[in-house]
């Protein structure tokens, strides 16, 4: 799986959108960009992913660069509850194969959302 | 989405034990995943617990210290064999949502304190 690059650390105020980057460089033409969020105690939970077009849910955008190389999430309106470590994770995605599933964890942005 | 239930939700252990963590997912899969979270750290992949064969361990991470049981498609173990301060962590299991949806999802995670 191709490696990731984020900032440390990011602040955001609530209602503001919080827009949060990733790079990666190196990733290959089957591997996706997946986004999942780590709640202080909580497991992580998975957020949104993208091959190469934009992608949109109830929980945030996904803009990822013509050339693939970096991503940015989008939380729309940041409350507090957003606050939370982001993880960034490129890989192949698709059911099945040895890969299905597994993570490769990078150190995350951690991204806090003040009143 | 498949919803994962682990127990302990947490626990404090002396030295020399051995501590047995359960996960239940809500569906059944073919992969499960166990992951380690020490202590400010992201997450590292121990190993993949596939039903009906053994499991496949990381780098670092082997079947003595972390052996690892899935009897059916739905429930794993990881026991954290002989532990020592150092083994204090969070401990994940993740599991993949189902026939055709690849991203994961992850237990709220057992904290273990080695005492």
């Known amino acids: 799986d191709a490696k990731t690059t984020q900032p440390t650390s990011m602040d955001c105020a609530e209602g503001r959108a919080a827009n949060l980057p990733c790079n990666h460089s190196?990733?290959?033409?089957?591997?996706?960009v997946y986004w999942y969020r780590q709640i202080h105690s909580q497991g992580p939970q998975y957020i949104i992913h993208?091959?190469?077009n934009n992608e949109t849910n109830e929980m945030a955008s996904l803009i990822i660069t013509e050339d693939r190389k970096s991503s940015t999430l989008i939380l729309p309106h940041a409350t507090l509850r957003d606050t939370a470590v982001y993880y960034c994770?490129?890989?192949?995605?698709?059911?099945?194969?040895?890969?299905?599933?597994?993570?490769?964890f990078g150190q995350g942005t951690i991204l806090t959302v003040h009143p | 989405s498949a919803v994962i239930s682990q127990k302990p939700s947490r626990d404090i252990c002396q030295r020399g034990t051995s501590l047995t963590i359960q996960c239940q997912v809500d569906?059944?899969?073919?992969?499960m995943f166990w992951y380690r979270q020490q202590p400010g750290q992201s997450l590292t992949l121990i190993a993949t617990?596939?039903?009906?064969?053994?499991?496949?361990?990381e780098s670092g991470f082997v079947i003595d210290k972390f052996p690892i049981s899935r009897p059916n498609l739905t429930f794993s173990t990881l026991t954290v064999s002989n532990m020592s301060p150092e083994d204090s962590s969070i401990y994940l299991c993740?599991?993949?949502?189902?026939?055709?949806?690849?991203?994961?999802?992850f237990g709220q995670g057992t904290r273990l304190t080695v005492v």
């Open positions: 190196t990733i290959s033409g089957n591997e996706y």
């Open positions: 617990a596939n039903q009906g064969s053994e499991a496949t361990y």
């Open positions: 994770i490129v890989r192949v995605a698709g059911a099945g194969g040895t890969s299905y599933g597994k993570l490769t």
């Open positions: 993208g091959l190469k």
């Open positions: 993740s599991a993949p949502g189902g026939a055709g949806v690849s991203e994961a999802f």
């Open positions: 569906s059944q899969v073919t992969m």
